[in-house]
């Protein structure tokens, strides 16, 4: 087969300069029921780590997408998810192999780029995801708003409040579609509890119990190889690093293990944060709003020479309207709303309820019914074409990750109360806690 150099827009003008117009398979031009490629979001992946791998998986399953480039300032490595392979080569090589087998003919077509800045400035992009760590969030999202690109943005969605807001406004400013990878929105189970709660079928609501995971695992089995090594060859460090403090290398530091260390992540509590406390929120109805005080934060540290985030906690968000909510890697793993007549719990893959009568309980046509979605991905791409707004938008992410910031503020020092105004985002009262709202930005980044 000859190799057909393909981009989002030039495949028939390309085929016909090549003169090879034979070879090209019916699928590749929107034929046999199949989108061409000329009509498909085409899109950029800015993080070819862990979960980036995953989701450029799913997106390569819908036939609306096309994925034209990949960004990653590592070139290729072990030290990902228990010691995997990963980096701009090895997701090159995924998707034009993926590509290969979809047309018949060898495609050689994904570009690829250690900076993502020169990924958004190409013209022949229409939406990238951003799934790098977490002190690298902010940053390409505002800047991808700028460039006029719809957005799909891993959870945590940042690693401030103020970053947060930044990237919700601009969001807003620039009139762009965001998802936010809390795909916990797109399980059935969580949105039939929610509905349940929303509906009242346990009463006014009086406190929910959040179980998130404890430790600091050696997911990319590298915990051993935590003092300063020499920067291996085709990693770019010192992007990586990007706004965050200046500091030694070592492997332990970086890829999947980089969530153990507050200068990048927060921790469990965060990456776990923005799936169970937003659907916390969303059974709540609070999703654009937050609590009014912390209260009874305790957290484990154990001395590391440089992983430092909480082990083992528990903080509680306090509601004006009088809930409770309780966020503890004690708690059992999952949301559970308990209210004056009974109980509502959901995790990934199930939901239970007590009375157990509200297990068949049916949401009547006229009560509340929330946004509907069993796919993420293909959730974004019905939005990025039809300019609704995803199921997982980036204002109700930032207010959900808010509490877990507010949280971790509270924990790392020592605070028996934090009071929050969840409308001008302020904490009340406590300067020391109110400048971990945001970071100081390592030269020349700034937001």
């Given at each position: 087969?000859?190799?057909i150099?393909?981009?989002?827009?030039?495949?028939?003008?390309?085929?016909?300069?090549?003169?090879?117009?034979?070879?090209?398979?019916?699928?590749?031009?929107?034929?046999?029921?199949?989108?061409?490629?000329?009509?498909?979001?085409?899109?950029g992946?800015?993080g070819?780590?862990?979960?980036?791998f995953?989701?450029?998986?799913g997106?390569?399953?819908?036939?609306?997408?096309?994925?034209?480039?990949?960004?990653?300032?590592?070139k290729?490595?072990?030290?990902y998810?228990?010691?995997?392979?990963?980096?701009?080569?090895?997701a090159?090589r995924?998707i034009?192999?993926?590509?290969?087998?979809?047309?018949?003919?060898?495609?050689?077509g994904?570009?690829?780029h250690?900076?993502?800045?020169e990924?958004?400035?190409?013209?022949?992009?229409?939406?990238?995801?951003?799934?790098?760590?977490?002190?690298?969030?902010?940053?390409?999202?505002?800047?991808?708003?700028?460039?006029?690109?719809?957005?799909?943005?891993?959870?945590?969605?940042?690693?401030?409040?103020?970053?947060?807001?930044?990237?919700?406004?601009?969001?807003?400013?620039?009139?762009?579609?965001?998802?936010?990878?809390?795909?916990?929105?797109?399980?059935?189970?969580?949105?039939?509890?929610?509905?349940?709660?929303?509906?009242?079928?346990?009463?006014?609501?009086?406190?929910?119990?959040?179980?998130?995971?404890?430790?600091?695992?050696?997911?990319?089995?590298?915990?051993?190889?935590?003092?300063?090594?020499?920067?291996?060859?085709?990693?770019d460090?010192?992007?990586?690093?990007?706004p965050?403090?200046?500091?030694?290398?070592s492997?332990?530091?970086?890829?999947?293990?980089?969530?153990?260390?507050?200068?990048?992540?927060?921790?469990?509590?965060?990456?776990?944060?923005?799936?169970?406390?937003?659907?916390?929120?969303?059974?709540?109805?609070?999703?654009?709003?937050?609590?009014?005080?912390?209260?009874?934060?305790?957290?484990?540290?154990?001395?590391?020479e440089?992983?430092?985030?909480?082990?083992?906690?528990?903080f509680?968000?306090?509601?004006?309207?009088q809930v409770?909510?309780?966020?503890?890697?004690?708690?059992?793993?999952?949301?559970?709303?308990e209210?004056?007549?009974?109980?509502?719990?959901?995790?990934?893959?199930?939901h239970?309820?007590e009375?157990?009568?509200?297990?068949?309980?049916?949401?009547?046509?006229?009560?509340i019914?929330?946004?509907?979605?069993?796919?993420?991905?293909?959730?974004?791409?019905?939005?990025?074409?039809s300019?609704?707004?995803?199921?997982?938008p980036?204002?109700v992410?930032?207010?959900?990750?808010?509490?877990?910031?507010?949280?971790?503020?509270?924990?790392?020092?020592?605070?028996?109360?934090?009071?929050?105004?969840?409308?001008?985002?302020?904490?009340?009262?406590?300067?020391?806690?109110?400048?971990?709202?945001?970071?100081?930005?390592?030269?020349?980044w700034k937001?």
């Amino acid at each position: 087969m000859s190799t057909i150099k393909l981009t989002r827009r030039t495949l028939l003008k390309s085929a016909a300069v090549y003169g090879i117009p034979a070879i090209v398979p019916a699928s590749a031009l929107g034929l046999g029921g199949r989108t061409a490629p000329s009509n498909r979001v085409a899109m950029g992946i800015i993080g070819t780590g862990n979960q980036g791998f995953n989701d450029m998986k799913g997106f390569l399953q819908d036939e609306r997408v096309h994925i034209d480039a990949v960004c990653d300032v590592n070139k290729e490595s072990t030290g990902y998810w228990n010691g995997a392979v990963g980096g701009r080569e090895p997701a090159k090589r995924l998707i034009e192999k993926f590509y290969t087998e979809q047309m018949g003919a060898s495609y050689k077509g994904c570009g690829t780029h250690t900076d993502f800045r020169e990924l958004l400035a190409r013209k022949d992009i229409d939406a990238v995801e951003v799934c790098t760590p977490d002190h690298w969030h902010a940053i390409p999202v505002v800047e991808a708003c700028r460039a006029g690109k719809d957005i799909y943005c891993q959870k945590p969605l940042s690693l401030t409040i103020a970053e947060g807001r930044a990237m919700s406004d601009a969001v807003k400013k620039y009139k762009r579609v965001f998802q936010t990878g809390s795909q916990q929105r797109s399980d059935s189970n969580f949105r039939r509890a929610c509905e349940l709660v929303r509906n009242g079928r346990i009463g006014k609501v009086h406190t929910v119990k959040i179980g998130l995971p404890s430790g600091r695992p050696d997911y990319g089995k590298t915990g051993e190889r935590k003092k300063p090594e020499p920067v291996p060859s085709g990693f770019d460090y010192q992007m990586w690093l990007g706004p965050a403090p200046d500091a030694p290398y070592s492997p332990a530091r970086c890829h999947v293990n980089f969530r153990w260390i507050y200068d990048y992540s927060g921790g469990q509590v965060t990456d776990w944060g923005g799936h169970h406390p937003d659907c916390a929120q969303w059974g709540l109805g609070t999703e654009y709003t937050g609590p009014v005080e912390i209260k009874n934060a305790k957290a484990e540290f154990p001395p590391d020479e440089l992983w430092n985030t909480a082990t083992e906690y528990s903080f509680e968000a306090h509601y004006a309207s009088q809930v409770k909510m309780i966020i503890s890697s004690k708690e059992r793993g999952g949301v559970t709303w308990e209210g004056e007549t009974g109980w509502v719990y959901a995790n990934r893959g199930t939901h239970d309820a007590e009375p157990k009568s509200l297990l068949k309980s049916e949401i009547g046509p006229n009560e509340i019914h929330l946004k509907k979605s069993d796919d993420h991905y293909a959730n974004f791409i019905d939005c990025v074409l039809s300019r609704a707004e995803p199921v997982a938008p980036v204002e109700v992410a930032h207010r959900s990750i808010t509490i877990c910031h507010l949280g971790n503020i509270a924990m790392r020092l020592g605070k028996e109360s934090l009071k929050w105004d969840p409308a001008t985002e302020r904490i009340v009262g406590d300067d020391e806690a109110a400048k971990l709202l945001s970071r100081t930005y390592r030269a020349p980044w700034k937001l």
